[in-house]
């Protein structure tokens, strides 16, 4: 290469980094709108020759994002259903889908949300017992994202007393396995169900649990091998391969070539029989490598492509279709279609589905088989993707009808954007191939189909650096770190590439917010100027801020003739707050957003001005900093307004 031409080149490498963060901020701005700065900062940005997979994952991003939780000083936790339910545990903490939550928030740029919400978990705030989980093995695989030895090595008690109080709570020592009741596994109505009762019992020796404990156990023992404690890792290993053996040996079918379920000893007259049918969730043991690599195990998977047991257009179904269970209706018999309840008696889970996928990776990744390719795995994943819509536009709710996709538990005001499955996390470790491993290294074996051309992957943050993956067809794969080519024109197999060691990610401040009042129960108390009806003053400072206009979660001020309207937070004590973080609600027609607002404190004598500011913005976060400011009470005045004015949420409190 002549000089000229060098030169050249470097003038335009950068300006290629440049075009690319204007097409990021593009896309950031087209999906989601006022609010696009959060996520330009903090999610890896895709683009692949396929519109519907583009258009769910940046909804799940956004669908994610609205099931952050701030719980003030306690710190912040993901839901799983957007509004409250009755089921759920302490501050609306779910259990169930707590590891798809970990695997899923885990690209996330800025760690609060996951390091808040393991410690939420492993710290004693909610009840991880109360569900199934695979905790232990996702605080693992997010540490593993993360590059934070020293982090993760700091998580080896609670990791073993969460291991212990289930080994306490469902292991029976006679059979060496694990049981479950199925509704505490998160699949009520299931065969072992129906088959013993009304669909609520079924105590059984499942494949979710035990593979679940398996994975638990082996990422205990990496850990302890961290911090070079070999007993230890010596006494997990073991407890994992005598969990793998009694599962190989005790819960797979030879007859139905499956992994199923077998009851426990409180059914006497089925005691340690299978369950009739086959069950999708017997494709769980893969999620985490359990089976042999035989042609044995493999040949469950044969089902999974069989239009008569589980594979369907919108499915794959949750029992087999040959079942006399399959799509029974038991707690809402006649149910107009979106009515219908949560039973897993064939139809399609986004829960499951995405387990299925995750395992099916697992398999073109690890295993030698020649039941299904990579075109196979495409397809069901572009079945889970078609699943994701409703009226033409990307959602997701509890299940739907796996022959017409129709939603089935779609309750208004509870299944809206159900947060109980991943998607993106697919996307960038299955289908795009990104692995995350110990040590100064990645993994790459993208699974996309061959006719693709190109895909790109951008702002991917991975043991503290900042990634890019270029692909085109011709010219390859190209992977970029901070911004420099790290490896270039790859073919698209198998391979690890060594980077750089990992560096501690910069700490994102967040507020420390003292108005935090979930329940309208003592303090802080809030008062109001006015407020609507069908609105619930609380709703403003419980934590939670969406935009939508269902499900409702805001106060307004709907019915009022006032020309100026008010809000109070009452702290209960003196507090040294320095910030406020506003969420306006606007619908765009009756509820707008204010021109100027007014912030007051209370001193103890009299009503004094903070700070009085304009050009805000609806549907995202307006952060106001002001000094230190000690006060008892926080007032938001609104002093120009064109309409009804309304809050998704506020925060109030103090920038360390």
């Not at 470097?10 to 204007?22: D, Y």
């Not at 593979?211 to 091998?225: D, G, K, Q, S």
């Not at 992994?259 to 769980?284: S, W």
Request: net charge negative; proline share 5%.
């Amino acid at each position: 290469m002549n000089k000229r031409k060098k030169n050249l080149l470097t003038l335009l490498l950068p300006l290629c980094f440049v075009f690319n963060g204007i097409a990021q901020n593009k896309l950031a701005k087209h999906y989601f709108g006022n609010d696009h700065r959060w996520y330009e900062e903090n999610i890896p940005f895709i683009d692949v020759p396929d519109q519907e997979i583009m258009d769910v994952y940046y909804y799940r991003w956004s669908m994610y994002k609205r099931h952050f939780r701030d719980l003030g000083t306690i710190g912040s936790i993901i839901t799983e259903f957007a509004p409250s339910v009755s089921w759920e545990g302490p501050y609306s903490g779910i259990s169930a889908a707590a590891g798809h939550h970990v695997y899923e928030g885990r690209w996330i740029k800025d760690r609060k949300y996951i390091d808040d919400y393991l410690s939420f978990w492993f710290n004693g705030h909610g009840n991880q017992y109360q569900y199934s989980s695979w905790l232990c093995d996702a605080l693992y695989n997010y540490y593993q994202v993360k590059g934070d030895m020293d982090g993760l090595k700091a998580y080896l008690p609670e990791m073993i007393d969460d291991f212990q109080g289930w080994k306490k709570k469902r292991f029976d020592p006679e059979k060496g396995i694990y049981w479950q009741k199925p509704v505490e596994d998160a699949t009520e109505f299931t065969v072992a169900g129906y088959m013993v009762g009304d669909g609520w019992a079924g105590d059984a020796y499942r494949p979710t649990i035990n593979t679940f404990m398996y994975a638990n156990a082996l990422a205990i023992c990496e850990v302890a091998r961290l911090i070079g404690d070999d007993r230890l890792a010596e006494q997990y290993h073991d407890e994992a391969m005598l969990l793998r053996k009694n599962v190989l040996s005790l819960l797979w079918n030879v007859n139905q070539h499956h992994f199923m379920d077998r009851f426990t000893k409180r059914y006497p007259d089925v005691d340690f029989q299978f369950i009739n049918d086959a069950e999708l969730n017997g494709y769980v043991p893969w999620m985490f490598c359990l089976p042999e690599d035989n042609d044995i195990y493999i040949q469950a998977w044969k089902k999974i492509k069989n239009a008569g047991v589980f594979y369907a257009s919108y499915g794959p179904r949750t029992i087999s279709k040959q079942s006399p269970y399959y799509m029974l209706e038991t707690r809402t018999p006649g149910a107009e279609p979106g009515l219908g309840e949560c039973e897993w008696n064939g139809p399609s889970w986004p829960y499951q589905t995405s387990q299925v996928l995750m395992a099916m990776a697992n398999i073109l990744n690890k295993y030698n088989q020649d039941i299904f390719d990579k075109t196979d795995y495409f397809d069901m994943l572009k079945i889970y993707t078609r699943s994701q819509y409703k009226e033409g536009k990307p959602y997701i709710a509890e299940n739907l009808h796996p022959d017409t996709g129709g939603w089935i538990a779609d309750f208004p005001n509870r299944s809206e954007h159900y947060n109980h499955s991943t998607y993106n996390d697919l996307i960038l470790s299955g289908l795009l191939g990104i692995h995350p491993v110990l040590g100064n290294q990645i993994e790459i074996n993208p699974l996309i189909p061959d006719n693709w051309n190109y895909f790109s992957v951008d702002n991917l943050i991975y043991h503290g650096h900042t990634f890019s993956f270029k692909y085109n067809k011709t010219s390859g794969l190209d992977i970029f770190c901070n911004g420099k080519k790290l490896a270039g024109g790859l073919d698209l197999q198998k391979q690890i590439i060594n980077i750089p060691e990992a560096k501690k990610q910069e700490v994102v401040p967040h507020l420390l917010n003292y108005a935090f009042n979930n329940k309208g129960e003592g303090f802080p108390t809030v008062t109001a100027s006015f407020t609507y009806t069908n609105d619930r003053i609380y709703d403003a400072v419980d934590g939670r801020a969406w935009f939508d206009e269902y499900p409702a979660n805001r106060w307004t001020t709907l019915g009022s003739l006032s020309e100026q309207e008010w809000f109070e937070i009452d702290f209960g004590k003196e507090r040294i707050v320095n910030a406020s973080e506003i969420f306006f609600y606007d619908n765009g027609l009756s509820v707008l957003c204010p021109q100027q607002i007014r912030l007051e404190c209370w001193n103890g004598k009299e009503w004094k001005e903070i700070k009085t500011s304009e050009n805000l913005l609806p549907g995202t976060v307006n952060r106001i900093r002001f000094k230190d400011t000690q006060m008892s009470k926080f007032k938001i005045v609104f002093i120009k307004k064109s309409a009804a004015v309304g809050l998704a949420e506020i925060k109030v409190g103090r920038y360390e």
